[in-house]
């Protein structure tokens, strides 16, 4: 079975202030703020990566268990998913 | 025809008629003129659908900005064209036209005003921001009157050096007061022309020496009248400090029925990204001017240096 990637959909309007993204979603013409974890994934997926990519990696930069770690950051995929701001790509 | 040349926010104006508020240029250095004019024949309708006092709509590629009981601007990046009502002299216009008719045009281009009064003290150029009634220009005639110099009244326009922090331009040398604040003040508003003839507005007269150079801004204070006693002021951090900056910019309600949603949010990053923002929360009632100095102070003594 292919595990999917994810990546951020290009154009979208981003900008950083410390250690918190803002995004700027034209189409619910909205600002959406992220917390800093969530920043990560954000910066993370400007590169294509799978859900099992990201865990590891957030691992290594928080204080977070692998259970918590997992569900956070697939809800965070469906939500950015749904608000069209992230995308799947290519499977592996 | 004559023409008359201004320096206003760092904008070069070339102006049709003699401006009241701003003393003649003699610099023609650069090339980015806003041109200023009047309209020749009026062409002033009143049978227009309001559904507000002052209002834009488009016709072709120009915007038309209408205030009741003044005129319409025709406003284009480069151009403003005032067309007046009937017995409106142009200096009645005039605040209009530096104001909104400009705000307008700096939209056009992708650049905006703050909605802020902008002060320098001690290597520190602070900005004032917050909704109208907040407290903006009060706190600044405060400060003038403690040895601060003014930069800018009411809207700030801000220059990006190459790096490090923006700049405010001068604006206008006058503060507008409200004749109560003013009378609190010490002045006397009988001595100060007024502003607007529909508003009880004053104008605040600052003389060459108490204004300021372009300012580098140090830090933007967001002024919030709350039912508390005393003015308390918290730093702003992180996302959220965009979101703050985000509704007060000037004449923030056209930004989006001109498209500059995108250049609104590149700015709002900038300068979020750039400056430190507090919020100041200060009594609705007893403005203690002395006490908003004093926590205005502290914070500035927590900055890093200029």
Known sequence: ??????????????????????????????????NPVASRIWELLESPRTLEELVALLMEEFEVGEEDCQRDVRDFLEDMSNRRLIREVEAV | MNYYIYTFSGLKIICAWQLDFIEQSDDYSGESYVSIVCSETSNFLTDLNRNSTDFLFFEGQCVILDFENIGRFRISPNCIVLDRAPNVCLHEAEPYVLGSALGVLLMLRGDFFMHGSTIFFDNHGVMFSGHSGAGKSTTVAWLMQQGWRLVADDVSRLHWPESGAPLVYPGLPH???????????????????????RWNKHKLEVSPEEM?????????????????????????????????????????????????????????????????VFRLRRPTRGFDLAAVEEVVMETLAGLPEA
Do not use: N
Request: charged content about 25%.
């Open chain 1, 1 to 34: 079975m292919s595990v999917p990637r994810y990546q951020t959909v290009p154009g979208i309007l981003a900008s950083k202030v410390e250690e918190e993204i803002i995004l700027m979603s034209m189409e619910d013409d909205a600002y959406i703020t992220l």
């Open chain 2, 175 to 197: 503060v507008k007061l409200w004749e109560d604040t003013a009378t609190a003040l010490g002045h006397d508003p009988e001595k100060m022309p007024r502003l607007f003839q």
């Open chain 2, 212 to 276: 300021a150079e372009p300012a580098p801004l140090s830090a933007i204070f967001i002024l919030q009248p709350e039912d508390i006693e005393k003015p308390v002021v918290e730093p702003i951090h992180g996302a959220e400090r965009f979101l703050q900056l985000a509704p007060h910019i000037y004449r923030a309600e056209f930004i989006k029925q001109l498209g500059k949603e995108k250049e609104h949010f590149q700015f709002c990053s900038r300068l979020a990204a750039a400056v430190q």
